[in-house]
Structure formats: structure tokens, C-alpha cells
């Protein structure tokens, strides 16, 4: 069996399909994986690094606002198109899987051009526009949140399963872990994430109130993005440890034990696995202000604390001083969002995967 998958951009619509790709290896090694995506975003690094064979497709966003811009970009589309077609040809896989960004949207319309059957991944309650674009021809949507069914013409095909997170191979130890990641085995270890691709207004908060972690006695290790590390590489110190992308990020929720980051999809379902206590800081800054709303429902379950970005600089000090300082908080946190967590859900996606292309097959037999 040949998958192709096509999403990416973003972490959050990469590591979802990573994880089902792993799925799909571990029910059958000699399954063939193929990523498509862009040459210059995080897919083009991370895929390869994973051993799976990448694809490049140069390919745009679509302007929202700008009349002259979206007139040229349908241009571009169409060409795109085409060599999308070409590619998925000579891929020639047995079913196309997708997982959003703008990326996945014409290397999977040209895989059902050609009579590829369609798998659809979407991480967020409002699904985005390579979902709505593309869920008429899908033969499976798989939704994190049941409030996404409100926007699913498609619903016949539609299936509440999670968001599919990365796990190690073997669950490891805590001890294990931070032996793995060089990390001192007495501390408690805080996790400030802004994204994959990192946050430059997150990254002013944090570095705003550095000493305040390093007065508190953990070892912080402080994930910047690549864009900002070499602005932020110097505050570096003995127990604040800044890095600009974080590879092994499976070993690192089980190492650390606090964790300040954006409110992603993704990110959340993760934490969920892991049962990490969190403080939320949701950008304002992406499609239907998401995050918020992700961040909110957490927070009513008493699974999460949420501060806005506007209001970090004031009071994520105090609330991060509370949580170290708050065992009961902490193990409220931990226990009330791991109820949020979907662990066999990369699972499910690639046991649908195998039974599209046994169905396939078998019309040809």
C-alpha cells in the first residue's frame, strides 16, 4: 500500500499526519509513506529527518482582502494544479490522506481527479479552508471536536476520533527521558513552547519576566523558533536553557512537568496525552481566534489556565508562581485535561486508511 499525505505549514497540520504515518508503519512496515509540501516550510525538514520521502510543491495562500491578488492567485492555482497532477501520477499512491494548510489543497483535489480515495484530518473546532474546500470529495472526514459537525455539509463521511499525537515508540520513564535529553533529574522542569515555528510577541512576554523562572529554582527550557533564536540565544543561562526548535518533542512532555505555550490543536491534544499541567497563552493572531475559544473550554473544565496575550505581561509571573507552588492546582490541572485526550486516535485514522484501500482493491479483484 502506497499513502500519500499532503498538509503542513504548521505543526499543528504536520504532526498529526506524522502520527498517523507512524501508525500505518508499525500495522505494516512495508507500507510506502509520501509527503507533499512546501520546500521552504517545516514539512521540507521534519519529514525527511522522520525517514519518509518528501515531495516539494511550491504553492500560496490565498489573499483574503486584497481584489487584484486573489484574481492572480486563481491563475497560479490552476498552474498549480496541473503540476500537482503530474506529481500525484507518478506518485501513483492508493489513498491520499490531508491535514491541512493551504499546501494539501491541490495535491488532494488532483488525487481525486485521478480517483484516489480521500482521508481528511482537521485539529480545530472550526475547521479550515483546506477542509471546507475539500470535504465534499472525502471519503472520510476525522474531526477533533463534535462542535465541528455544524460545519460539515459532509456529515455522512464525518467521524468524531481525536486529533492523532506523537508517542514514542516505547513509553518511557520520566527518569528515562531526561537521561535521553540531558536534563538534571532533580529539578522540576517548566516547557515554554510558542509553536513550532515559534511567537515573537510571546517571546517579548517571556523574556520580559526571565529572572522570574530563574529565581524560582526550575530549569527552563525555552523553545523560541528558529526566526527568533538568534535574537534570544544570549539570555541562555545555567538554568534556562533556549532552543530553536525542539526535535524529540514526545521525550520532552514526558520530561518536563509544567508547560507555558500557545493553545494549538494539536499542542492541546498532546498535553492532553501527557496529563501536563498548563498555563494557556492563545494567539489572537489566527483564523476565527481558535485558540481562544480552544483555550476556554479547557479552562471551564478547571484543565487548563488561560491568560490572554494582551494581559501575560501583567499576570503570567503570579500564575506560573501559582502553579509551581500549588500541588493540589497542578494535580487538578493534570487530571481534568487528560480527560480531553483521544490516545488511539492515529490509530483509528490509519485502520480507516488500510480499509479504504482494501475496499479499493478489492473493486479491481
Request: charged share 20%; with cysteine; net charge positive.
Amino acid at each position: 500500500m502506497k499513502v500519500l499525505f499532503s498538509g503542513g505549514g504548521t505543526g499543528g497540520h504536520l504532526f498529526p499526519a506524522l502520527a498517523v504515518a507512524g501508525e500505518l508503519k508499525q500495522m505494516n512496515a512495508d507500507t510506502e509513506i509520501v509527503f507533499i509540501g512546501t520546500p521552504h516550510r517545516i514539512e521540507s525538514t521534519i519529514v525527511p529527518a522522520k525517514g519518509y520521502k518528501f515531495e516539494p510543491l511550491m504553492s500560496s495562500g490565498m489573499p483574503r482582502k486584497n481584489v487584484v491578488k486573489l484574481f492572480l492567485y486563481f491563475f497560479e492555482f490552476a498552474f498549480t494544479l496541473i503540476k500537482a497532477r503530474k506529481l500525484v501520477k507518478r506518485i501513483a499512491p492508493d489513498v491520499a490522506v490531508g491535514s491541512g494548510g493551504y499546501v494539501s489543497v491541490t495535491p488532494l483535489l488532483a488525487a481525486r481527479w485521478l480517483g484516489v480515495p480521500l482521508v481528511l484530518l482537521e485539529q480545530n473546532s472550526v475547521p479550515g479552508l483546506a477542509t471546507k474546500l475539500l470535504q465534499r470529495y472525502a471519503e472520510k472526514i476525522h474531526l477533533n471536536y463534535e462542535d465541528s459537525l455544524q460545519y460539515i455539509s459532509n456529515r455522512k463521511n464525518a467521524v468524531i476520533t481525536g486529533n492523532p499525537v506523537r508517542k514514542s515508540a516505547r513509553r518511557i520513564t520520566k527518569q528515562e527521558a531526561r537521561e535521553k535529553l540531558r536534563l538534571p533529574a532533580e529539578k522540576t522542569v517548566l516547557l515554554i513552547l510558542g509553536g513550532s515555528l515559534g511567537s515573537a510577541s510571546m517571546n517579548k512576554k517571556i523574556v520580559g519576566i526571565k529572572t522570574v523562572f530563574e529565581k524560582s529554582g526550575v530549569y527552563t527550557i525555552w523553545q523560541t523558533g528558529k526566526s527568533d533564536f538568534e535574537t534570544y540565544k544570549a539570555s541562555a543561562s545555567e538554568s534556562f536553557e533556549v532552543r530553536p526548535f525542539i526535535d524529540e518533542m514526545d521525550v520532552m512532555y514526558i520530561a518536563a512537568d509544567l508547560v507555558i505555550c500557545r493553545a494549538g490543536a494539536t499542542t492541546i491534544s498532546e498535553l492532553a496525552y501527557y496529563g501536563l499541567p498548563v498555563i494557556l497563552i492563545p494567539s489572537p493572531n489566527v483564523a476565527n481566534d481558535h485558540q481562544t475559544g480552544n483555550a476556554i473550554s479547557l479552562q471551564k473544565k478547571n484543565a487548563a489556565i488561560m491568560i490572554r496575550e494582551s494581559d501575560a505581561g501583567k499576570h503570567l509571573a503570579d500564575e506560573f508562581k501559582k502553579l509551581l507552588t500549588d500541588a493540589d492546582l497542578r494535580n487538578a490541572l493534570s487530571t481534568n485535561i487528560q480527560k480531553f485526550s483521544r490516545p488511539e486516535a492515529a490509530r483509528v485514522v490509519a485502520e480507516s486508511v488500510v480499509s479504504l484501500f482494501t475496499n479499493r482493491r478489492s473493486q479491481y479483484v
